[in-house]
């Protein structure tokens, strides 16, 4: 009973985390110094004036016209200092997918925001992000190298037994929060979660779900389900797969009949016909995609992928707040808000020291849940 309370109390975290921070800041109205927050408008009489201590890690706002992207030529509260990056070599620790997309959303961002030049990418899966982790903490001297985390790897490292911690590296800023879906091929018997989840209460494993790394957000996700359902989350017949694009192809082969990702992974082949939603876990239907929530069929499951952003560990005071700058203007800036609608994601945004807090508050409590599903 202990253990279920710490999961219930783990999910709870995590749904209020999931719904406070859906709200873009608003850029509308003039803010004076003393409530400014970074691309709030401010007048042209009150140009180099600061506001102290209202941007990121408490640095210093100024009210400037902004000389690129989307705001060029408006009076806005700005960091005065702030340098483009020339480009960011990032470390993807799974195939491409919800990283990789989440990196290339970032990427596209920037550079229509001016303040991103180019990028490279390299693909390290493996080991639930381990993989990944432990090359890009052998990066040195490169100030502007970044790799996207998640609740996946978080949730990997514990069930991979790695030694690495995530803490090791810099953190940079959590982004967005992301969605599950669950679906079946369009030939499946089954038309509603509740069809499947009484399958399973009789058999847990009655049919082959395909889902992400072994202790990743799908992971995490179906079994939490499951528990909801009164099933024993280690008896499931979950098949691990590094990422979206091979639970995909193998719902398509008819080598599992059960598919678990991010809801947007789906889309496509919902629409085409291929393959039927049966529910997905956010706290409300998501805009453009056709499926019941968990909850709203008598399962009251709100879990969400968060991503976010590290940097190497050597990483100067100097490039770190310039680092930290940039995406704190990226977040609200009209072409990251374009790749939130696109993507179905939610602007969950922390940065800077409020993401370490958060990531040290977080492993632990992920780490509980992991084992309390048995994973």
């Not at 082959?208 to 017949?237: C, E, F, M």
Request: net charge positive; proline share 5%.
């Amino acid at each position: 009973m202990r253990k279920n309370s710490f999961i219930r109390f783990a999910v709870a975290a995590t749904a209020v985390a999931v719904l406070a921070g859906t709200t873009l800041p608003a850029n509308a109205a003039v803010k004076p110094a003393n409530k400014a927050t970074i691309g709030d408008d401010c007048t042209a009489a009150s140009t180099g004036k600061k506001a102290p201590g209202r941007g990121v890690d408490g640095s210093d706002l100024t009210c400037m016209a902004v000389t690129t992207g989307s705001f060029k030529g408006m009076n806005k509260w700005w960091y005065a200092d702030v340098k483009p990056l020339k480009a960011i070599d990032w470390t993807i620790p799974a195939n491409p997918g919800g990283y990789s997309l989440t990196a290339d959303a970032i990427t596209n961002s920037l550079k229509a925001e001016g303040l991103l030049a180019a990028t490279t990418s390299v693909y390290k899966p493996g080991a639930g992000g381990a993989v990944g982790l432990a090359a890009f903490q052998e990066i040195k001297g490169k100030p502007e190298a970044g790799m996207v985390t998640g609740i996946a790897m978080t949730g990997g490292l514990y069930s991979n037994k790695s030694t690495l911690n995530l803490l090791a590296s810099t953190p940079i800023a959590k982004i967005l929060r992301e969605y599950e879906g669950i679906v079946v091929p369009a030939s499946s018997k089954y038309r509603t979660l509740k069809q499947l989840m009484d399958d399973l209460v009789a058999k847990p494993n009655a049919v082959a779900i395909a889902g992400g790394n072994k202790g990743g957000v799908d992971h995490q996700t179906i079994g939490l389900l499951a528990q909801k359902a009164g099933v024993d989350p280690t008896k499931l017949n979950y098949v691990v797969y590094s990422g979206g694009p091979e639970v995909i192809t193998s719902l398509l082969s008819n080598a599992t009949q059960v598919g678990i990702s991010g809801a947007l992974d789906f889309a496509p082949y919902v629409t085409s016909g291929k393959m039927r939603y049966l529910g997905v876990s956010s706290a409300k239907t998501i805009s453009g995609i056709k499926a019941k929530t968990f909850v709203s069929q008598g399962y009251d499951l709100v879990y969400g992928n968060w991503r976010g952003i590290m940097a190497p560990a050597d990483l100067s005071k100097a490039d770190y707040l310039n680092f930290i700058k940039v995406i704190d203007i990226m977040h609200v800036s009209p072409a990251w808000k374009a790749e939130l609608t696109k993507n179905k994601w939610d602007n969950e945004f922390v940065a800077g020291a409020a993401f370490k807090s958060f990531l040290e508050k977080h492993i632990p409590e992920i780490n509980a849940v992991m084992k309390g599903l048995g994973i």
